[in-house]
């Protein structure tokens, strides 16, 4: 399954290299959602709220209403994946909320799991240098995503890996890692970061792999 990325920063929709360096901004919002409702799933990031400056809290609102979104950028409560999901997310991604002073929060994620329930839980392990970096990906843990997988097992429906190092810019993703993510997980695992063309996402769905593509789309290499 492809899902198109949607990222938010200051109002608009953006697509950022390596999550630092804006590379492209629209404010053709409703474009994008006429093209995007054939999916079953789009993903949804608030990249100002990811990273504390601010947030894009109506966009939000008003794109999950269109769209089957699963939504994530900053949600670091339980509360706030509620207040997502009464704004119809139909799923909530935690990162950061899941590492706690540098160690895997199982407290939370159990707690998260039993309030919200694993089917709404998606969890983020996206790495840099094959660390998980956390709190719009400024700061790298020295956690593995497989670690985290393995620890947070019982608690979500779905592994969100991003590939940071490949992250827009279009070079692909290493589909070595990805497979051995596959390997140790039975939960849905999506990959993201430099995914570019319809083969590579038919490699990783022969994996069993979905995959979230944004800057591959906007660009027009893959036709959404």
């Not at 894009?56 to 207040?83: K, M, T, Y």
């Not at 692909?172 to 051995?180: E, H, Q």
Request: glycine content about 12%.
């Amino acid at each position: 399954m492809l899902i198109p990325s949607i990222d938010l920063m200051g109002g608009k929709i953006v697509q950022l290299v390596q999550g630092s360096r804006k590379a492209l901004e629209f404010d053709n919002f409703q474009e994008w959602v006429d093209r995007f409702a054939k999916y079953p799933l789009v993903q949804l990031i608030d990249l100002d709220a990811a990273t504390g400056r601010g947030d894009n809290r109506d966009l939000v609102r008003d794109l999950s209403r269109q769209l089957p979104c699963q939504v994530g950028g900053g949600i670091r409560s339980i509360n706030a994946a509620r207040a997502a999901l009464d704004s119809g997310a139909r799923r909530v991604i935690f990162g950061s909320a899941l590492i706690s002073n540098g160690a895997i929060d199982q407290a939370f994620a159990s707690e998260a799991a039993i309030q919200i329930g694993p089917e709404k839980l998606v969890f983020a392990a996206d790495c840099r240098g094959g660390h998980v970096a956390i709190k719009g990906w400024r700061e790298t843990t020295g956690i593995a995503a497989l670690e985290m997988m393995h620890a947070l097992e019982p608690f979500c429906s779905a592994y969100l890996y991003t590939h940071i190092d490949t992250e827009g810019l279009l070079q692909g993703i290493p589909l070595d890692v990805v497979r051995t993510l596959r390997g140790g997980t039975s939960r849905q695992l999506i990959a993201a970061g430099g995914i570019r063309s319809k083969e590579e996402v038919a490699e990783l769905d022969a994996m069993g792999v979905d995959t979230v593509v944004g800057m591959a789309i906007y660009q027009g290499l893959l036709q959404a």
